[in-house]
């Protein structure tokens, strides 16, 4: 139902590397940021928008009910020290519910926006985080991937991930890669994250004396 993704605001997913948190209005200048990068505008296919539309991009996808968005963190950086998530953001990971008639069907997309955390494994195990919580809370029994023909690292990391490529669109250059999640690949990717910690974003967040008026 249209609550469905909005599951995700108080969801924390702590994996080795990765971590997971709800995409909120503190994280908006260094996501706002990093989308000045015109290279990160041809991944992603994004426009850039000023600093004003981005918090209102944020406001609109923390109340949509068809897309589940976290913004990836470093786990080292963010649990080490009591820095900000900001300090520590590498990227993000997105959930939509593309197509109304089923509601089992995730579009899967992941953006590891730091350059020196790239062909580390972050995308790979945020991308697994993501896929398990859509399977286990979000009721998805199927994923899709969308990427543009020239991104062969990120076609590559889906492909082992178990996808397989369905549709190529040669008008946009971009690959469509699918994974439906049967009992074998729904047990293997819950071996794959039974490291994944699941914790309140908002208890972890909020350090004695810091709490948000």
């Known amino acids: ?95 939509f519910l593309t197509d109304p008639e089923d509601p089992t069907l995730g579009e899967i ?27 286990t809370d979000l009721g998805i029994t199927k994923f899709e991937a969308k990427i543009g023909q020239e991104n062969e690292a990120s076609i590559c990391m889906f492909k082992k991930l178990h996808f397989k490529e369905v549709a190529v669109n040669s008008v946009f250059q971009e690959v469509t890669l699918r994974l439906d999640v049967n009992d074998q690949e729904r047990q293997w990717l819950l071996d794959q994250t039974n490291h994944v910690e699941k914790k309140s974003y908002i208890e972890v967040k909020q350090p004695a004396g810091e709490l948000e008026t």
């Open 109 to 135: 997309e992941i953006m590891i926006a730091e350059p020196s955390y790239r062909g580390r494994g972050f995308g790979k195990e945020a991308t697994l985080m993501m896929m398990s919580y859509g399977v």
């Open 1 to 95: 139902g249209a609550q469905a993704m909005r599951t995700n605001q108080n969801t924390v997913l702590q994996g080795k590397r990765a971590t997971l948190v709800p995409y909120t209005s503190a994280h908006v200048p260094r996501y706002h940021a990093w989308m000045q990068s015109e290279e990160l505008q041809r991944l992603t296919a994004s426009e850039p928008l000023s600093l004003e539309q981005e918090y209102e991009m944020q406001r609109s996808w923390r109340d949509d009910a068809d897309k589940c968005t976290f913004i990836v963190l470093d786990t080292e950086r963010w649990s080490g020290q009591a820095r900000g998530d900001e300090d520590c953001m590498v990227g993000d990971v997105n959930l």
